[in-house]
């Protein structure tokens, strides 16, 4: 079992940065990959990073390549994802996600454990 709890979400102008954090606990943490989806109003849950499980190798959706960047501290069970030049249509609750059998990969049911989501807000 793995347990996730985002933070760092919060209104930000457009063109500004945040940085969300999703702690782990349960499961060994470096013994998985982990991913960052979003979902905003009336849209389905899209992803947006992935990370593999010794932080060594990252994939991003194009929309957010050069402006995203996801990590991981190992040491302290907790994974990143730093988001600059910020546009209005990055507004969405942002989840962290846990695979504990592949890594990179993009859609929803590959991935195992899921956060409650943070809410991020970007305004024009």
């Known amino acids: 079992q793995v347990q996730l709890v985002e933070s760092g979400g919060g209104l930000v102008q457009a063109g500004g940065s945040l940085r969300l954090s999703c702690a782990a606990s349960?499961?060994?943490?470096?013994?998985?990959?982990m991913g960052w989806f979003r979902q905003a109003p009336g849209k389905e849950r899209e992803f947006v990073a992935a990370?593999?499980?010794?932080?060594?190798?990252?994939y991003y959706a194009d929309s957010v390549k050069g402006r995203f960047t996801i990590s991981r501290d190992n040491a302290k069970n907790t994974v990143y994802l730093q988001m600059n030049s910020l546009k209005p249509e990055d507004t969405a609750v942002y989840y962290c996600?846990?695979?504990?059998?592949?890594?990179?990969?993009?859609?929803?049911?590959?991935?195992?454990?899921w956060g409650q989501g943070t809410q991020v807000t970007v305004s024009s």
């Open positions: 996600a846990a695979d504990v059998a592949g890594w990179g990969r993009r859609r929803t049911d590959e991935y195992d454990y």
């Open positions: 349960g499961r060994t943490f470096s013994s998985y990959a």
């Open positions: 990370i593999s499980w010794s932080g060594g190798s990252t």
